[in-house]
């Protein structure tokens, strides 16, 4: 028996190459924890029907002698990252049955290294949404809690690394949407500088906030994936080749900001706010010096983030139209068949192309998609103040842990649980969620460290030393 739980990555890849265990027989022992818990769970959409050939062949490469460290890794994929010739659908009944024409260029490169792919994991549709109840498939449920949310909207790749279906996962995240289900579940979720991960074949939510980035058990072995799907691309020209800033190798002289005033609001759970202070005298008692630091223009964070992304998602969901992609519903001419096709997109993906192209109006786009670029900027200066003076920002991740299912209807108080993850986003910046506590109830809280642009790897190292 593989002792699933306390396996990681780096663990997994020692035992493949001392020959311990075959990837065939880890591929089979994740495969039956699938038989066993995904239909309660519906953390995969798909299961692939090829995982025992993909493990083969990397056994061929392991006795070869030629294995790397993801040779064999059974990874889980959030289902808009596409994998040529497999399905792939955001989570919508628009996208119902479409096929993958190449492969996302992080798919490619973790396909190089002969990782292996267990199946494509539930979301929000089209990512939209922060606890995978937006899915057109049904909730994935929160393995710590299953009455609870997993958080979103990569909730079925944070589910599947938290309940062992997969050793790591890939998810993508907006405005927190790996950070947040990641925290919810109790695992690591890694947002990247924005372009160090390229977007190709990532289907397209708000294009300049969207980053592909891993979820999994350890920073370690969030790590080991992020320098494997990293680099630039010529097939994404946002992306970018990283180079490494004051690569803090240990937390002793760190300086971290904490912006008080804005955690310290009324909407933060008492729980929360303890386990993050909690969190602080950790860093602390490891060498960190812990200051204050104000980032006055973080109260518009939210509102910022709600123009642009939708702004941005409506222009990118106009290519759904029954012509080039999924289903087409006949009707009786040409636009009647476009509009009855749209109307295949849920309730949530309706809202944010009518809020995006409101503001992106002619009358409006001043008032609000100019505003909300001009607020961007503003933010992103305070940032860079605060980093001139501060070498990490911490806030928790979430301001409350995972929600009951149904319990938030209005979409409004949805999008104030994103106040802690946006930021990230807005300003370009890499940031990650790292597991801190649980509440007395036993739901897992996770704590978010921020860096300036190219400061991922710092992250890594700090996280690594004390958590
Ligand atoms: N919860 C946020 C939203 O609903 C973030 C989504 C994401 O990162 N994809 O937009």
């Not at 549709?125 to 909730?139: D, H, I, K, P």
């Amino acid at each position: 028996m593989i002792d699933l739980k306390n396996l990681t990555i780096k663990k997994a890849h020692g035992h493949l190459t001392k020959g311990d265990f075959s990837a065939l027989e880890l591929a089979e022992a994740y495969l039956k924890n699938i038989e066993a818990k995904n239909k309660e769970l519906n953390a995969y959409l798909e299961v692939f029907n090829d995982v025992r050939e993909q493990a083969k062949e990397a056994d061929k490469r392991i006795k070869a002698g030629k294995a790397e460290v993801l040779t064999g890794i059974p990874l889980a994929i959030k289902d808009n990252i596409l994998i040529q010739g497999r399905r792939v659908g955001a989570a919508s009944k628009i996208l119902d049955g479409y096929v993958a024409p190449y492969d996302a260029t992080a798919i490619k490169k973790l396909k190089d290294k002969g990782a292996v792919f267990l199946g494509r994991t539930n979301c929000d549709e089209f990512a939209m949404g922060g606890s995978t109840e937006n899915s057109a498939y049904g909730v994935t449920k929160n393995p710590h809690d299953t009455s609870r949310v997993t958080g979103g909207s990569s909730g079925g790749s944070a589910a599947a690394v938290a309940a062992d279906l997969a050793l790591a996962a890939l998810g993508s995240d907006t405005g927190g949407s790996v950070r947040q289900p990641a925290s919810f579940c109790g695992v690591v979720g890694f947002k990247s500088t924005y372009g160090a991960v390229s977007r190709n074949g990532l289907i397209a939510m708000g294009s300049s906030l969207d980053c592909v980035g891993p979820i999994a058990k350890t920073t370690e072995d969030a790590e080991i994936i992020f320098d494997c799907i990293c680099g630039k691309d010529a097939l994404d020209s946002t992306s970018i080749e990283l180079s490494t800033i004051n690569l803090q190798r240990s937390i002793k002289e760190l300086k971290i900001g904490v912006p008080r005033n804005f955690i310290e609001t009324e909407g933060i759970d008492a729980e929360v706010l303890k386990d993050f202070n909690e969190s602080l005298l950790r860093l602390k008692k490891a060498g960190a010096k812990i200051v204050d630091v104000d980032l006055p223009s973080l109260q518009y964070a939210l509102a910022c983030y709600y123009i642009i992304m939708p702004a941005e998602a409506s222009t990118n969901l106009a290519r759904f139209d029954g012509v080039k992609y999924g289903p087409r519903i006949s009707g009786t001419n040409g636009i009647n068949d476009y509009f009855k096709t749209r109307a295949l997109f849920g309730p949530e993906v309706r809202r944010r192309i009518l809020l995006g192209t409101y503001v992106l109006s002619a009358g409006y786009y001043d008032a609000y998609y100019g505003k909300a670029l001009a607020a961007r900027s503003r933010i992103r200066m305070d940032f860079e103040n605060v980093f001139n003076k501060v070498g990490i920002i911490a806030v928790p991740t979430s301001p409350t842990p995972a929600w009951k299912i149904g319990e938030k209807t209005d979409p409004l108080s949805m999008y104030l649980a994103d106040i802690f993850t946006v930021t990230a986003n807005i300003a370009g910046i890499p940031a990650i969620s790292v597991p801190s506590g649980k509440t007395k109830a036993g739901l897992p809280l996770g704590l978010q460290l921020m860096a300036p642009v190219g400061g991922d790897e710092k992250l890594f190292n700090v996280c690594k030393s004390i958590f």
